[in-house]
């Protein structure tokens, strides 16, 4: 399954009626270029799961930084990283 598909599974496993209402999924851009996701966490399995910060700064074009913040889960990356934090969230569903 790629990557998308699952998120959107994942996400269609927390709508129940309520989350989807106050919560979810955001992604978009930065100027810099690149990519943001926010991903919220309350009212999910999540919320008091640890994860260990990602901070990866090659140069200005090959970065990512993955941090658990404020009930969120937030990725940011250069303009070819979108599918690398979305791997990343899925590591941290999926890890024990």
């Given at each position: ?27 978009g851009t930065l100027?810099?270029?690149?990519w943001y996701v ?28 993955c941090i658990k ?28």
């Amino acid at each position: 399954m790629d990557i998308l598909s699952w998120v959107e599974d994942w996400y269609k496993e927390q709508c129940d009626g309520v989350w989807e209402h106050d919560y979810g999924i955001t992604i978009g851009t930065l100027d810099n270029p690149g990519w943001y996701v926010r991903i919220n966490l309350n009212g999910t399995s999540l919320l008091n799961k640890n994860f260990e910060n990602i901070d990866l700064m090659v140069d200005d074009k090959n970065w990512i930084k993955c941090i658990k913040e404020n009930e969120e889960f937030k990725g940011f990356g250069d303009s070819h990283k979108l599918i690398t934090i979305l791997g990343y969230f899925k590591e941290f569903v999926l890890s024990e």
